[in-house]
């Protein structure tokens, strides 16, 4: 069974769109980091913007995350009692774990065989384990962590999982109040603001890695998507282009930064990027988010690049999940650096290896991800009829 067609002409879906921009902008941090090894580009001026940075995108997801899901109860379409809470966590479980469980069952016959890249880590059931388990809940060690194992990007699937499982209880417990939740969201604002104070002021401490993937660190992106869902804000009446071009000069100011120094950048960006992101949000239509189209023609590609980024943003998950180890793999075995010699040949290549892994990760999306992701969705509809 498959979900109808999405009609003719349908609307834009702005937060697939969304992701699908996040998500091919943590793709090329990855992989033009990588690549532009090969180039000179020290003292270059525009050699902040080579290789685009990843965390903000991260962060960006988190922010959608906590949205959506607390707009599913916000709307009614999920209960915040236990019969709906149990179903919101089995409708989770079917979206993040299958490929959770997947990329490493991929990853493990390719590592066998010796099809790998040196610049990944060795593959080990150790490590990969437990994140197949969606563990450890505890902070971080570095060896422990997610971001240790061959696929360093699960790190955030795994807080994706911790934070769903958290959500309904938080929303229990704040009574679904916009206020409690803009309460919880400036407690980790002031957290936040000490963290950067110390850091600008004394160097210390290292916020990557050990901080950065932590859950009080990026906590507060989520609690921030949860709080736009409560709050009775709606879309501001101005002109569309004002949001992207908020963005778009924060993206320019946050790859100067970093490059002047990371840490800092680190411990103060998540003060301007949830203003930032949020105001996007509120700029998309959440009234309108289109099913998985069924056939290839309701993918309407004909229409453009919006329409493209819609569908990396329908896959981004699996693009998240398999972008690094597949692409590393790609660019060793077929020593896809060797063609690296200006930025245009940088681009091209970085083309290519997209190119190479896309078969990947369509398959996967399709016969992985989309299996669960259609029963998902035939399930919601189902309860939503009988409730």
């Known amino acids: 069974m498959s979900l109808s067609n999405a009609p003719v002409g349908r609307p834009y879906d702005h937060f697939q769109i969304i992701r699908g921009i996040a998500c091919l902008m943590v793709f090329l941090n990855h992989v033009v980091g990588l690549l532009s090894n090969g180039i000179e580009k020290e003292g270059l001026w525009y050699d902040p913007l080579i290789i685009p940075l990843g965390f903000p995108w991260v962060w960006l997801f988190l922010i959608l995350s906590g949205f959506l899901l607390t707009k599913q109860f916000v709307d009614g379409t999920t209960k915040l009692s236990s019969s709906g809470i149990l179903d919101f966590y089995k409708r989770r479980c079917r979206r993040l774990l299958p490929m959770l469980w997947f990329v490493p069952l991929l990853l493990a016959p390719l590592y066998a065989l010796n099809v790998w890249s040196p610049f990944l880590p060795a593959f080990s059931l150790a490590k990969e384990l437990p994140v197949a388990f969606a563990l450890p809940w505890v902070p971080y060690l570095q060896e422990g962590n997610p971001v240790a194992s061959v696929n360093s990007p699960v790190w955030s699937a795994v807080l994706e999982v911790h934070y769903f499982l958290l959500l309904p209880l938080i929303l229990w417990l704040t009574n679904m109040s916009c206020r409690a939740m803009l309460s919880l969201v400036g ?25 950065y993937q932590q859950h009080l660190y990026n906590f507060g992106f989520m609690l921030a998507g949860c709080a736009l869902a409560l709050t009775k804000l709606r879309s501001f009446s101005v002109n569309r282009w004002w949001p992207i071009s908020m963005i778009f000069l924060l993206i320019i100011a946050v790859q100067y930064l970093a490059a002047y120094d990371l840490n800092i950048a680190l411990a103060l960006l998540p003060i301007a990027a949830v203003p930032g992101f949020c105001f996007l949000v509120l700029q998309a239509n959440s009234n309108f988010q289109t099913p998985v189209p069924s056939s290839f023609r309701a993918l309407e590609l004909t229409r453009g690049p919006p329409r493209w980024l819609e569908l990396a943003g329908m896959m981004s998950y699996s693009i998240y999940l398999l972008h690094k180890p597949l692409s590393y793999i790609a660019i060793a075995q077929l020593d896809l650096a060797r063609f690296v010699k200006s930025p245009l040949s940088l681009l091209l290549t970085t083309l290519g290896t997209g190119t190479v892994i896309a078969p990947a990760v369509v ?4 016969f992985v991800e989309n299996k669960f992701r259609y029963r998902t969705a035939l399930q919601r509809s189902h309860t939503a009829k009988t409730a």
């Open 187 to 211: 407690l980790w604002l002031v957290g936040i603001a000490g963290l950067a104070i110390h850091v600008v002021t004394s160097g210390t401490p290292a916020i990557f890695p050990g901080i």
């Open 363 to 366: 398959l996967s999306f399709v």
